[in-house]
């Protein structure tokens, strides 16, 4: 799972383990589903301008 696509599934299944096949393929419907929303229609913010300061 990846980083960010993996907080949001426990988001939404919480965190409890999960174990055997049936869960397995449940967990991997919900990820598919959530990848392709989150990454494809949800608004992510870009830098378009740094000032490029260091502490």
Do not use: H, W
Not at 15 to 41: K, S, T, W
């Amino acid at each position: 799972m990846g980083k960010k696509n993996g907080s949001i599934v426990r988001q939404l299944v919480g965190y409890d383990r999960f174990e055997g096949e049936r869960a397995y393929r449940q967990l991997a419907e919900v990820y598919r589903a959530v990848r392709l929303y989150v990454n494809g229609f949800q608004p992510s913010m870009k830098l378009i301008f740094s000032l490029g300061m260091s502490i």
